[in-house]
């Protein structure tokens, strides 16, 4: 039917210009080709007559012929091996000072997309001559030719350079979003910071004011963010939109394209996850070849409801003989994300796996066994074919990145260890490591150090060098950062014990020597860094909440649940506290209906662990259209992340109703808590203060464990005393309840009936151990959670006793007579009125 198409069309052109005087036989004849054959035909029988026009034209005609198939139908190999296309490279490298700026670009691109190789002659010919020319191309034909360098691996080069600067240059005369999309992203790791963020700038004004009939220019945008790892919400907000309209036509692959972005820039919007979900979920039936089914199985997969997933898993497994390397990996790495029990496709898809070994790269092999590894997939044979094929990578690798993503995925595997040849690589990459690759080869080595018996007999070991090794080169590169944003980057993803014990007081101390550099854009990262490395650091918050006040409105309103997190979760409140949280209270409300449930639900848990409540947010959050969108998203978030937002709107749920009973917002989580409550023996510590308890109150009916309160607390351990500060028994177990009206009251676990009140000066006393995680890292400063629950617990009516845990375990208190002594002081000292 194409075929029929393209022959009316070269009829009608015939005709439209049948009146011109001067004919062109072989152009008429090419125009009347409508495949690959006929074109080849054409060039055969009239070569000696062929002009640089007819040359452009043919091989445009080739190109435009691939791209109009699907992916699986083109047939570029046998378009490359043809005797008539080898003609028209000769022709075309004789007759390149022929051709005009247009055709010179043009060409190159096309045989470029028909797979004539960057050392070919008439490649390097092509791009000699485009270079010579470049400051006369028109826009349109910089950017295709930029597309062309980047498809060489030229990102980095000279020309590229050239481009970068031409783009700088003329960027306010650039009126296309297509074509400023196309350069961005191949310029994009060229690009300054200015250049960046004026590349930004201009793409959101063309986003404003054209209208983008498709949705590869937006998509571009979000890969330019990628590319720069730059997050800029507004602009990906406007992308959003715009592909949001277009989900209805896409297809599987440029969907699961787009979420990838998304994951990748950490960019969740609930609007496109479920539209996402419904057109991939319409393409269910239609996608029954390996190439579309795959990019289904990954988009879908995640996020489809079980009964779906069974079908996908069933599906895979009648494809899974036709796919291919790539294709059997993509289908590994999901069956990880979904946690697939289904042994005869992994079975299948580790034979694919296995008889394609020899064709993937070295990240490849470490993604596949990563894979395979968290399924606890049982084929030793696999394994041992992963782990030399890895440790060959590793040997010859010279890139930091790699050699760290290879050990820690060696690490994974059962060996006791690596050989000496091994560890000289990683300390031979060592110094050019960033923080984050170095703190990958800190978990490596711990692991060997584990499973190395030899090492508890021989302290100074290679390991302990290596180690010596890692703290010299992490010390080393923070003494030279001098950027800020460049070491916020290194930073994102470290965690774990070497940097904690080798590495974080040089961190802090390097942030407080860049604090001058501390602004609204990269305020953010800073304060989320702080919170996730449990750090109370008075200059840096300061610092970060005068940068706040200063410049909310610079600052996207979704992002100030990131920057609010270390004033809330460390309970820091700075000389501005009041101030700030105005400020940023006032910078979000008349945005609540743009952001995602689930962030929502965390910025108001945020808020109310610093004893903020703001009315409309509650509201929002608690209505009934709020709460259905929140359980619409729900389906669509991995699992960690769909149980925390669950956790966190309970504990919202709670807060709210005792701090705020005025909103009169029920409490709906009693089923919930009742579910996921645990019960357990506890810590040593704490079984040794149940025991001391009991003797310093007088038997253990005078102490109850684990204690159940109204809005499902557990308390560690909990006492009666009278007005004289005397131990009161228990009469028998008893749980607090919540009346019908609302009324907290005490009842029997074997009966729901209203106990008698307290004694008169009587009073309930919940005790708490409190661990090292209810404080900040580097202090003994309480953290928001702890405070808001001694709140919650003294708004329900109990004294709270709390037993940090650097007390308890202190040198002063090292005889059952000190413990006692401080418990004693603890429970029986006077109560301040």
């Known amino acids: 039917m194409s075929n029929y198409f393209r022959f009316v069309q070269s009829c009608l052109r015939r005709l439209l ?4 005087v001067t004919r062109d036989p072989v152009l008429q004849q090419l125009r009347m080709c409508v495949a690959e054959e006929q074109v080849f035909d054409v060039v055969g029988k ?24 699907p992916q699986m139908l083109r047939t570029v190999e046998l378009i490359n091996s043809h005797p008539q296309f080898l003609t028209l490279r000769v022709l075309a490298e004789n007759k390149i000072t022929h051709m005009d700026n247009l055709m010179l670009v043009d060409i190159l691109y096309s045989f470029l997309r028909l797979n004539v190789e960057p050392h070919d002659s008439l490649v390097q010919q092509l791009v000699s001559e485009a270079w010579l020319r470049i400051d ?21 080069s000279t020309l590229m350079g050239h481009i970068t600067s031409i783009i700088d240059q003329m960027l306010p005369s650039i009126h296309d979003v297509r074509i400023l999309s ?18 930004i700038d201009r793409a959101g004004h063309l986003l404003d004011t054209i209208d983008v009939s498709n949705y590869n220019s937006p998509r571009r945008l979000v890969q330019f963010l990628r590319n720069i790892k730059h997050s800029h919400r507004p602009l990906l907000e406007k992308c959003n939109k715009i592909l949001l309209y277009h989900i209805p036509r896409m297809d599987a692959e440029n969907i699961c394209i787009i979420m990838g972005l998304y994951q990748s820039l950490q960019f969740n919007n609930c609007d496109f996850m479920l539209a996402a979900r419904q057109r991939l979920t319409e393409l269910v039936d239609s996608s029954t070849d390996p190439f579309s089914f795959t990019k289904l199985f990954v988009g879908l997969g995640p996020m489809a409801s079980q009964e779906t997933k069974e079908r996908l898993e069933n599906t895979a497994l009648l494809l899974a003989d036709e796919l291919n390397a790539q294709q059997a990996l993509a289908i590994a790495e999901t069956l990880e994300e979904i946690q697939s029990r289904n042994l005869s496709l992994l079975n299948k898809i580790a034979s694919v796996i296995k008889r394609n070994l020899h064709v993937y790269k070295p990240v490849e092999v470490a993604r596949i066994t990563q894979a395979l590894f968290l399924l606890q997939y049982q084929n030793p044979e696999l394994f041992a074919k992963l782990r030399n094929t890895l440790v060959t990578f590793l040997r010859s690798s010279i890139f930091p990145y790699e050699v760290s993503m290879l050990t820690r995925v060696l690490s994974l595997l059962p060996s006791p260890r690596l050989d000496e040849t091994l560890i000289s690589r990683m300390e031979a990459v060592a110094p050019q490591c960033t923080l984050s690759d170095l703190n990958s080869f800190s978990f490596v080595i711990a692991k060997w150090v584990r499973n190395d018996s030899s090492f508890a007999h021989n302290t100074p070991s290679k390991y302990v060098h290596l180690l010596q090794v890692l703290n010299r080169c992490g010390c080393e590169r923070l003494h030279m950062a001098d950027r800020l944003d460049l070491l916020l980057e290194e930073l994102k993803y470290i965690s774990g014990e070497w940097f904690e014990e080798m590495l ?62 270390p004033f809330s979760v460390l309970n820091y409140d700075p000389a501005q506290a009041d101030e700030l949280y105005d400020v940023c209270i006032q910078h979000i409300i008349p945005h609540i209906s743009s952001f995602d449930p689930h962030l929502l639900v965390f910025l108001a848990y945020s808020l109310a662990l610093a004893d903020y409540f703001p009315e409309e947010l509650v509201r929002t959050i608690f209505s009934i259209d709020f709460l259905g969108k929140l359980d619409a998203q729900l389906e669509t978030l991995p699992d960690a992340l769909n149980m925390r937002t669950r956790l966190r709107l309970m504990e919202l749920n709670r807060a709210v109703c005792l701090e705020c ?6 409490w709906f989580h009693e089923r919930y808590c009742q579910y996921f409550t645990k019960k357990g023996s506890g810590s040593p510590a704490q079984q040794q203060i149940h025991k001391l308890l009991s003797d310093v109150l007088g038997g253990y009916n005078c102490v109850r464990v684990e204690g159940t309160t109204p809005y499902s607390y557990t308390i560690d351990f909990e006492c009666i005393l009278d007005a004289h500060m005397q131990p009161l028994p228990f009469s028998e177990p008893a749980t607090l309840q919540i009346s019908n009206r609302g009324k907290v009251h005490w009842a029997t676990n074997s009966m729901e009936r209203i106990k008698e009140d307290l004694p008169p000066g009587a009073q309930r006393v919940a005790i708490d151990f409190l ?37 308890w375990n202190s040198m002063e208190l090292s005889t059952q007579d000190a413990w006692k002594e401080y418990l004693k002081r603890k429970l029986f000292k006077e109560v301040s009125p």
Request: glycine fraction near 4%.
């Open 182 to 199: 196309t350069l961005m992203i191949s310029v994009s790791s060229l690009v300054s910071v200015r250049l960046r963020d004026a590349l």
């Open 771 to 807: 661990d090292s995680k209810c404080f900040c890292k580097n202090s003994h400063h309480i953290k928001g959670e702890t405070l808001m629950r001694k709140r919650h617990l003294e708004i329900l009516g109990y004294r709270v006793v709390q037993i940090p845990h650097f007390e």
């Open 17 to 20: 210009h049948g009146g011109t």
């Open 504 to 565: 974080v007081s040089e961190v802090m101390a390097t942030l407080q020597r860049m604090m001058d550099q501390i602004n609204w854009t990269n305020v953010v990262e800073l304060a989320y860094f702080l919170t996730k490395i449990n750090q109370h650091c008075p200059p840096l918050l300061d610092q970060i909440a005068s940068v706040a006040i200063k410049d909310i409105e610079k600052i996207h309103p979704s992002a100030t649940y990131a920057m609010l997190l």
């Open 661 to 666: 009973p005025e909103f009169q917002v029920p």
């Open 46 to 69: 009239n070569t000696a007559k062929l002009t640089v026009d007819h040359v452009g034209r043919a091989v445009g005609m080739l190109w435009q012929f691939q791209k109009e198939k």
């Open 136 to 156: 006369r191309l028109p826009m349109t034909s910089l950017s295709k030719f930029a597309i062309c360098l980047s498809d060489q691996h030229l990102q980095h």
